[in-house]
């Protein structure tokens, strides 16, 4: 169908894959295929002309090289347009959903960007005299109090970069307050619906950890957590909404009964997004908080950074609290409390999580997002998020199997498994699929408590057009998934690259490019 009456189609019919004519360049149109840069030239030119150097005594004490090292030379336009043609070829959230459970990958507002770009924020240095950055410190000083007010917690810790330093941070203060009461215990008990970062800080802190099973329901077993509270448990790590996409309805006594023996609680607050203005962790008994600013308050997320994991903390903890942190003096101005002053200042602190404050970035982004949402548009944000998760959930009915679907609401994210596709396929199929229908795949294989699982998180930034196109998508992946087509296992079939064989990547990765004709680098 056309969009026109006369002349050229303007929309041509599709032509399967299979049937398209081959090409000289083995391009298809604007998809590129696109030789390694090291394949695109040869290693005797050079791509720009510089003088001959000076002759110079050598520093290299006879460590000099005498062989060309192998690398292309390109011109500055053949480099911009490798790269270029290669970016195309990512999937973003500027491009579309980005379904990955317990991950919020959602969009972030350009207004954002633009307070993060001025120069008084972007271009501000660590050691800058504390005199000269008085407004990035309000700045700092500010975000610490909404996410005070926001969570009902005593204080917060602004320079943990992640959320696993954040977790690290919370840890450390529950160290240090143990170490300060002259308690000596070892043991940190740890759900199986945590997120799996979670015993893996604790062993880092040097904590022994123990599972704590799950309901049939998703949920912590109470019953089997409070059997095994003891004087050897320092505290309880605890994901709420956990990574099943359910609220744990009895955290308020599980706090209760941690305190009674003596521990802390720790709660990973990756999922905060679900539940940012309508619920206040601090109510819930909680201790120690990460919440990733990256997440909740749309800073780009991914790809290894930025990130920033700030860590609020009940009054129990708030005096251990690591160093540095911006404090307000009564003229109205800021200053940093590091260890010069730490004795007088803040003597209980465990030390320092990080060489400087925080990510600047990521802080006036949060900041921007906050101020334009207001109180009321944060808990917005996380009623459109529970509803778009649910909207996936129930519009998945009777296809896909939803293990917790009949739990309760979801959270955050629709949590599916496997389980009811024809013999031979899984999850792997249904995302390989995905990728077809020109969706990044959704979370696979966790929770691993979860066989086959495929984790959804929709997040508040998506509209109806776009969750009906994801869910009709992934519908059709599974119903091919469940009738047994062969095609699909060979899918992706339109991707630049064709399924890899994942064990032998997972095992044998090989992630360096070399010539064996030429001297390598690394020599």
């Known amino acids: 169908m056309s969009m026109n009456s006369e002349g050229r189609v303007t929309r041509p019919e599709t032509l399967a894959a299979a049937d398209a004519p081959a090409t000289f360049t083995g391009n298809r149109a604007l998809m590129l295929e696109e030789a390694l840069i090291f394949e695109r030239d040869d290693y005797a030119r050079t791509g720009v002309d510089i003088a001959e150097a000076p002759a110079t005594s050598s520093r290299l004490g006879g460590l000099e090289r005498h062989r060309a090292i192998g690398l292309p030379g390109l011109t500055e336009p053949e480099a911009v347009r490798h790269y270029t043609r290669l970016s195309r070829q990512n999937y973003a959230i500027d491009l579309g959903l980005f379904p990955l459970g317990s991950c919020t990958m959602k969009h972030n507002p350009r207004l954002n960007e633009k307070m993060a770009r001025l ?7 660590p050691l800058a005299p504390v005199d000269t950055v008085q407004g990035a410190l309000a700045v700092i000083d500010e975000l610490a109090q909404w996410l005070v007010t926001l969570t009902g917690m005593h204080a917060v810790a602004m320079s943990p970069k992640a959320g696993a330093h954040g977790e690290l941070c919370g840890l450390l203060a529950i160290r240090a307050a143990h170490d300060a009461a002259g308690s000596d215990r070892s043991m940190i008990l740890v759900p199986e619906s945590a997120h799996g970062t979670n015993p893996a800080t604790a062993a880092f802190c040097g904590y022994k950890v123990e599972n704590i099973p799950a309901t049939a329901d ?29 609220f744990e309805r009895d955290m308020k006594r599980i706090s209760d009964a941690v305190h009674a023996a003596g521990g802390y609680v720790y709660c990973d607050g990756a999922n905060f997004n679900a ?18 600013l990256h997440k909740t308050f749309s800073t780009p ?30 003229d109205g101005s800021f200053r940093l409390i590091e260890e010069e002053t730490a004795d007088q200042d803040h003597p209980g602190s465990f030390g320092r999580m990080s060489a400087f404050h925080g990510q600047m970035g990521m802080f006036t982004r949060a900041l921007t997002y906050i101020l334009s949402h ?3 548009g944060l808990r917005q944000v996380a009623g459109d998020a529970v509803l778009n998760a649910n909207y996936v959930l129930r519009s998945l009915d009777g296809l896909l199997d939803a293990p917790f679907g009949t739990s309760g609401p979801c959270m955050h994210e629709a949590l599916f498994s496997d389980d009811g596709l024809a013999p031979g396929f899984t999850t792997l199929d249904i995302a390989k699929g995905l990728i077809d229908e020109g969706f990044h795949p959704m979370t696979m294989y966790f929770p691993l408590v979860v066989h086959g699982a495929m984790l959804i998180e929709p997040t508040e930034t998506e509209g109806k057009a776009a969750l009906d196109q994801f869910i009709g998508a992934l519908r059709s992946v599974a119903e091919r998934a469940k009738a047994g087509d062969e095609a699909l296992k060979a899918a992706p079939a339109f991707a630049p690259r064709r399924r890899l064989d994942e064990t032998a ?15 390598q680098a690394a020599e």
Request: hydrophobic share 40%; proline share 12%; net charge neutral.
């Open 119 to 125: 120069p008084g924020f972007a271009d501000i240095h």
């Open 301 to 330: 997320h991914g790809g290894g950074g930025p990130g920033s994991g700030p860590v609020v903390l009940s009054a129990a903890l708030a005096p251990y609290a690591p160093l540095p942190f911006v404090a307000k003096q009564p």
């Open 218 to 246: 998703g949920r912590v077993d109470l019953d089997a957590l409070t059997a095994r509270l003891g004087p050897d448990v320092a505290g309880v790590m605890i994901t709420n909404p956990n990574t099943c996409g359910l």
């Open 275 to 292: 539940i940012v203005g309508r619920v206040r962790p601090g109510d819930l008994g909680i201790d120690a908080m990460h919440i990733n």
């Open 505 to 519: 990547a997972a095992r044998k990765p090989v992630l360096v490019w070399k010539d064996e004709t030429l001297p």
């Open 374 to 376: 207001g109180a009321d």
